[in-house]
């Protein structure tokens, strides 16, 4: 069963989608982009500022669903700019320290509210 994910330490969902949702097993988290919950958006920050961000949001939505990001079993990363790839790796790092989930970082044409990164997972329960 479909259980839907919120809270209030990311920010909300600006469309019709969820933060988060979660079965018994399985959490898969909305891409996080660098937008805070008190809805400043750092898409003037370099890249490594906006990754940081968007993972501070990723974890506040997992935490929400009662994971963690060791339990992350799969990061999408979307950049728009693939140039900005190493440090938006040197910033990622951090977050995920010791066994790293699967990752995949794709280079795209553009992103919401022309931030630089947005940052999607798939974490276990």
């Known amino acids: 069963m479909k ?36 809805g400043d958006l750092l898409d003037d920050a370099d890249v490594d500022v906006q990754t940081e ?18 339990d992350v079993l ?6 728009d700019d693939i140039e900005d790839f190493e440090a938006m790796n040197t910033a990622y790092e951090g977050f995920f320290e010791t066994d790293p989930p699967a990752r995949s970082a794709v280079g795209v044409d553009a992103l919401p509210k022309g931030v630089a990164v947005e940052i999607e997972a798939v974490a276990s329960v």
């Not at 259980?3 to 989608?17: E, F, H, K, L, S």
């Not at 993972?55 to 990001?69: G, W």
């Not at 799969?74 to 950049?79: D, H, S």
């Open 3 to 38: 259980r839907v994910i919120q809270t209030d330490r990311a920010p909300a969902a600006v469309g019709a989608y969820s933060q988060a949702t979660a079965t018994e097993d399985l959490v898969f988290t909305a891409g996080q982009i660098p937008l805070t919950a008190n």
């Open 53 to 70: 961000q968007a993972l501070e949001n990723l974890v506040a939505v997992l935490d929400a669903a009662d994971a963690s990001p060791e």
């Open 74 to 79: 799969k990061v999408t990363v979307y950049l």
